[in-house]
T-cell receptor, first 117, second 111 residues
Framework: EAGVVQSPRYKIIEKKQPVAFWCNPISGHNTLYWYLQNLGQGPELLIRYENEEAVDDSQLPKDRFSAERLKGVDSTLKIQPAELGDSAVYLC???????????????FGPGTRLTVL | GENVEQHPSTLSVQEGDSAVIKCTYSDSASNYFPWYKQELGKRPQLIIDIRSNVGEKKDQRIAVTLNKTAKHFSLHITETQPEDSAVYFCAAKRTAQKLVFGQGTRLTINP
């Protein structure tokens, strides 16, 4: 069974440029998460989807970040415009759903390492 | 909201010895506590988890203990091997809330 797929694996851009990350969760997982992981720190949730609905986006900087999961399967996270401080690893994860996704193992993708110059 | 503190930030042990990593959490309603292992440049992977209705759980060389009264939980690795070298993250969540991760512990197993 394929795991969580993310692309690209690496991205280098100049500040003020836009960037987008793509995630395809494990088949059948209706809960999808985007995390930000800074070097030497634990992942921090940006947004959580239950199917196509964003149920927790309180940590998403909405002035420059956006996300979508139109058909409740794959998802895209976008940054526009990127800033130097956005350099980090962006992790996608998925889990089997209960209404709240509670207590179900989250499977992580390999991440996208973003470098903003 | 939930806050998770993890100690130590780095840990070095001799191969074959035991390693213990400790975490404290702030939200007494948290009821799910997973541990993730992340090798350099790789994705975090769940190694063990425990729910609040259980005090201890074991899986071969790995065990986790939970003290709800003190709001802390620990990861125990026995008979450590070089492949145990990685960064370990604890996490905690309550029902319908997000998973909050600790800052991580870099474990090094010395041969």
């Amino acid at each position: 069974e394929a795991g969580v797929v993310q692309s690209p694996r690496y991205k280098i851009i100049e500040k003020k440029q836009p960037v987008a990350f793509w995630c395809n969760p494990i088949s059948g997982h209706n809960t999808l998460y985007w995390y930000l992981q800074n070097l030497g720190q634990g992942p921090e949730l940006l947004i959580r989807y239950e199917n196509e609905e964003a149920v927790d986006d309180s940590q998403l900087p909405k002035d420059r970040f956006s996300a979508e999961r139109l058909k409740g399967v794959d998802s895209t996270l976008k940054i526009q415009p990127a800033e130097l401080g956005d350099s980090a690893v962006y992790l996608c994860a998925s889990s089997l759903g209960t209404t709240s996704g509670d207590g179900n193992e989250q499977f992580f993708g390999p991440g996208t390492r973003l470098t903003v110059l | 909201g939930e806050n998770v503190e993890q100690h130590p930030s780095t840990l070095s042990v001799q191969e074959g010895d035991s390693a213990v990593i400790k975490c404290t959490y702030s939200d007494s309603a948290s009821n799910y506590f997973p541990w993730y292992k992340q090798e350099l440049g790789k994705r975090p992977q769940l190694i063990i988890d425990i729910r609040s209705n259980v005090g201890e759980k074991k899986d071969q060389r790995i065990a986790v203990t939970l003290n709800k009264t003190a709001k802390h939980f620990s990861l125990h690795i026995t008979e450590t091997q070089p492949e145990d070298s990685a960064v370990y993250f604890c996490a905690a969540k309550r029902t319908a809330q997000k998973l909050v991760f600790g800052q991580g512990t870099r474990l090094t197993i010395n041969p």
